[in-house]
C-alpha cells in the first residue's frame, strides 16, 4: 500500500473511534437528549444528567477504548513474533492468571471488604504468571518454549479457577465468579481506569518499541539477528509488553476474548505485510471492536445485562473458525 493509503486507512479507522466513542456516551437507558447528554458532559456538575454522563458513560467508553488497544495491540505483537495468524494475546497465560486472581478475591469475599482487591488481585495473578513464563521459558528460551510455556500455565490457572468454582460453598460466590468472567464494562468507574492505565500505557510503550525487532523476524530469525536485532531481548519485552496489557484489561473487565485474533486478521491486508504498520492500525481497530461490541450488548437486549465477552465470543467464533479454514487449506 502506498503511503496515501496508509493514511486514509489511519484517518478512517481514527473517525471510527471517535464516531463509536460519541454512540456510546450517547446510549443508555436514561433516554437523555443529544443536547442535554453533551452539555452535561463537556459543562454540567452536581445535577443527575452530569453524574450519568461523566461518572457513568464516559469512563465505560474510555475503558472499552484501552482496553481495545491493549488487547489489538497484544495480538498483532504475538501474531508478528511467532508469525501466525492465529496466535492471541491469551496464549502466554496471563490472562488465565489474571482471571484465577480475580476469582479467589470474589470467593474468598475480599472484594466485598476492600474496594479495589479484585483488580489490584488480577494484576498481581498476571505478576505471577510472568515470573512462572520466565522460569519455565528462560532467559533465552526461544518461540516455541515460550508457547508451551504459555499453555502449561493458562491451563494450570484454568484448572485451579475451576477447582475454587468446585469447592465453592456459596452459590452466591460462584454466581458472581461466572458472571464476571464473562466479561463486562459496566459499573466501571475512573477508579477502574486509573489503576488499570498505568500498566496499559506501559505495555503500550514495551510493544511499539518492538517494531523494528518483528519487521526484521519478518526475514527469520537468523537474518534479524545479522541485522543487529537482539532477540532475547525482543522476546521478553514482547512479553512483559503483553503481559501488562492483557493482565490489566482482564483484571478490571474480566475476560475479552477474540480481540487480539480477529483484529490484526481483518487488517493485515490493509497494510501489507510489516508488523509495525499493523501495530497503530491494530490498536485503533481494538478499540473499535470493543467499542462497536459494548454498543451492541446494550442495544440488542437493553433489559438484560448481556456481557461483552459474549457478544466477543459471538463475533469472534466464526472469524476463528475462518482463519481454520484458510490455513487448512493452504496446508493442502
Aim: a positive charge; aromatic letters at 6%; glycine letters at 12%.
Amino acid at each position: 500500500m502506498s503511503a496515501v493509503s496508509h493514511k486514509l486507512l489511519f484517518t478512517g479507522l481514527g473517525l471510527m473511534v471517535g464516531l463509536l466513542t460519541l454512540t456510546s456516551l450517547l446510549i443508555g437507558p436514561a433516554g437523555f437528549s443529544i443536547v442535554d447528554s453533551l452539555s452535561a458532559l463537556f459543562g454540567g456538575s452536581g445535577d443527575a444528567v452530569s453524574l450519568v454522563m461523566q461518572e457513568i458513560r464516559l469512563p465505560r467508553a474510555l475503558l472499552a477504548i484501552m482496553v481495545g488497544i491493549s488487547l489489538g495491540l497484544s495480538g498483532a505483537a504475538l501474531q508478528g513474533y511467532l508469525r501466525n495468524p492465529l496466535a492471541e494475546p491469551g496464549l502466554i497465560g496471563v490472562s488465565s492468571s489474571a482471571a484465577l486472581g480475580a476469582v479467589v478475591t470474589l470467593q474468598t469475599g475480599l472484594a466485598a471488604q476492600m474496594l479495589f482487591a479484585l483488580p489490584f488481585f488480577g494484576l498481581f495473578g498476571a505478576g505471577v504468571a510472568v515470573v512462572l513464563l520466565l522460569l519455565l521459558a528462560g532467559p533465552r528460551g526461544g518461540s516455541l518454549t515460550l508457547i508451551l510455556a504459555g499453555i502449561a500455565i493458562s491451563a494450570l490457572a484454568a484448572a485451579l479457577t475451576s477447582l475454587v468454582l468446585n469447592l465453592s460453598p456459596n452459590p452466591f460466590a460462584t454466581s458472581e465468579i461466572v458472571f464476571w468472567m464473562l466479561g463486562s464494562l459496566a459499573d466501571r468507574s475512573f477508579s477502574h481506569i486509573n489503576i488499570a492505565l498505568p500498566f496499559m500505557a506501559l505495555g503500550w510503550l514495551l510493544i511499539l518499541s518492538t517494531s523494528r525487532g518483528l519487521d526484521a523476524l519478518i526475514l527469520g530469525e537468523d537474518a534479524a539477528a545479522s541485522l543487529g536485532i537482539n532477540l532475547t531481548r525482543l522476546r521478553w519485552v514482547l512479553v512483559l509488553g503483553v503481559a501488562a496489557c492483557t493482565g490489566a484489561a482482564t483484571s478490571v473487565v474480566g475476560a475479552i476474548g477474540f480481540v487480539g485474533l480477529v483484529v490484526p486478521h481483518i487488517l493485515r491486508p490493509f497494510v501489507g505485510a510489516r508488523p509495525s504498520r499493523l501495530l497503530p492500525a491494530s490498536a485503533l481497530g481494538g478499540a473499535a471492536l470493543v467499542l462497536a461490541a459494548d454498543i451492541a450488548a446494550r442495544v440488542i437486549l437493553p433489559d438484560r445485562d448481556l456481557k461483552l465477552g459474549v457478544v466477543m465470543a459471538i463475533i469472534g467464533a466464526p472469524v476463528f473458525l475462518h482463519l481454520i479454514y484458510r490455513t487448512r487449506r493452504a496446508e493442502l
